[in-house]
């Protein structure tokens, strides 16, 4: 409780007395001018659009509106009256989802030289809405001049639907947030030790068997995406300009796998049964890759992510498989590492082919594959070494730390169900995940290499959509800000604590069951039985 009481007092203490900061929007934009007057938005303000390419996004904001609000605005090609104005930005699109914002007493104008930014114009038009709306269905907007563009290309979350399945319905609400606050990758971790979800037609098994149980339950009716859920899914990110990139774990982390086609196990070691593919057979590749070529057909991001991490976990019957120890014996692998390394760079190979990228964890940044045709996500925050090798050879980074970017951590001192840090008992609050500082991280010189950062949402400890919500929000709008706003921007941690302020009535207003940093008690914290004080 001490360390809430004395959020609370720095937060008092520095919130100036007339704020300077668009009241509502975060992430907040690259820059705003205040300016006198508002607009009157009512259901007569007509959306009217100059190009017919951004007809998608003008639906798009009726559709918001419609939902949000009630209010029923047309799309038009010109107007007479006050209106919200989409028009292309004139000059070349230099960065990606730029777009301008420029509100008067007579007209909205939102423009940019892309959809995707137009896009963005929109999602901030809807915040400021949200926050101006009235009981009689207007809207008094305040006059306001944007110019707004992403710090970072590379704006992430994953979800870990491995260990908890939530479904479709779930992973549409999680989209729709993430593009209300301008996230614009879904890193989907569809396999692991407990369940495997994506169905693959030439191995039924996978999603019959290999689904079968999760984290919690071993016994839990098997839970997969189909094919055709996959592609819904995959439509309604493309129209919130977020890209979906599937994870499919290996060669550890494959105990789902392995129980429905155990002839491709590698073994495992007492703690990890069956965790590993097996290196030394040829089948295991051919198996391997025709699952990533069907997975390839369903996602049109061209980037898989092939995990990678953690292998030692459970590789210790390597030592005695017989087709491991002729592979090392034919290739001269010295060691499990180097056969780890073998299987990941053939891997990696196979999803060049098929014209992806081949994603991993930052155990993979020693591996010698072209770096042109890799990303490295760097997860341990104690292992800085990893992301300094994988900068030094030329791979491109996408930062998702345990600490602060985990969300399965917990938030404060008092919440009992979720991780810390075990040396020293760090955890994840907002305000770490706001003040993460990526330049800190690197050289200058390696700047470019960085894309950008990513929030997990692990789910060892989340059972249930309020534990799942109650970790996410209002996180995910520190993330927003961290991965948007430009570092030298960002330094107002009280002026975004007023922001979020105004958030937290929006999330009560959807029902969601959010952690309030400012007074904790308004939502208890989720107990998942089994989990206390872990």
């Not at 730029?98 to 114009?121: D, V």
């Not at 709306?133 to 305040?142: D, E, G, Q, V």
């Not at 706003?485 to 959807?510: Q, V």
């Amino acid at each position: 409780m001490k360390t809430f009481i004395l959020f609370l007092l720095l937060t008092a203490a520095c919130i100036p007395v007339i704020s300077q900061q668009p009241d509502f929007i975060i992430p907040l934009p690259d820059k705003f001018t205040k300016q006198d007057g508002s607009f009157s938005l009512d259901q007569y303000t007509p959306i009217v659009i100059r190009e017919s390419a951004f007809r998608d996004q003008a639906n798009f904001l009726q559709q918001e509106l419609l939902k949000r609000n009630g209010l029923t605005l047309a799309v038009q090609s010109q107007s007479t009256v006050p209106s919200i104005v989409i028009d292309r930005l004139p000059g070349a699109d230099n960065v990606k989802g730029e777009y301008k914002l420029s509100i008067t007493p007579k007209e909205i104008s939102i423009s940019a030289r892309s959809q995707e930014g137009i896009f963005y114009g929109v999602t901030s038009l809807v915040q400021l809405i949200q926050q101006s709306i009235s009981k009689n269905a207007t809207a008094l907007i305040p006059c306001w001049d944007i110019e707004d563009k992403p710090a970072f290309a590379w704006r992430g979350i994953l979800l870990d639907e491995s260990r908890y399945f939530f479904g479709k319905e779930t992973v549409k609400f999680i989209l729709d947030w993430m593009a209300f606050y301008k996230l614009n990758r879904f890193h989907w971790h569809l396999t692991d030790d407990p369940g495997w979800r994506l169905e693959i037609k030439k191995y039924p098994k996978l999603g019959l068997v290999g689904g079968v149980g999760n984290y919690f339950d071993t016994l839990a009716a098997a839970k997969y995406y189909t094919q055709e859920e996959i592609k819904e899914i995959i439509a309604y990110a493309q129209q919130r300009f977020i890209e979906v990139i599937p994870e499919i774990d290996m060669p550890g982390h494959a105990r789902g796998a392995n129980k429905a086609y155990p002839q491709f196990s590698g073994g495992g070691s007492k703690q990890y049964p069956e965790f590993t593919f097996n290196p030394g057979r040829e089948e295991t590749y051919k198996y391997l890759t025709d699952i990533l070529k069907e997975t390839n057909a369903l996602f049109p991001s061209e980037m898989i992510h092939l995990g990678g991490d953690e292998v030692h976990f459970g590789n210790e019957q390597w030592n005695t498989n017989k087709d491991v120890q002729q592979l090392m014996k034919d290739k001269k692998l010295a060691n499990l590492k180097a056969v780890e390394t073998y299987f990941i760079e053939r891997m990696a190979d196979s999803v060049v082919r098929m014209n992806n990228k081949a994603l991993f964890w930052d155990e993979v940044a020693g591996s010698s594959f072209d770096p042109a045709n890799s990303i490295i996500f760097w997860w341990r925050h104690d292992r800085a070494e990893q992301l300094k090798l994988a900068l030094s050879k030329g791979f491109t980074v996408v930062l998702t730390p345990r600490i602060p970017l985990y969300f399965d951590f917990v938030q404060d001192t008092m919440q009992r169900v979720g991780r810390r840090w075990k040396p020293d008992g760090s955890y994840s609050s907002l305000q770490l995940v706001y003040d993460f500082s990526p330049s800190r991280l690197y050289d200058a010189k390696h700047a470019p290499l960085v894309l950008g950062m990513q929030g997990s949402i692990w789910t060892e400890r989340i059972s249930t959509t309020d534990k799942l919500e109650y970790m996410m929000f209002p996180r995910i709008a520190g993330l927003a800000e961290a991965s948007w706003t430009a570092e030298n921007k960002r330094k107002d941690f009280a002026g975004f604590s007023r922001r979020i302020e105004k958030h937290l009535e929006l999330y009560r207003k959807h029902r969601l069951y959010f952690y309030n940093p400012f007074s904790p008690q308004e939502n208890p914290e989720p107990i998942v039985p089994g989990f206390i004080n872990r």
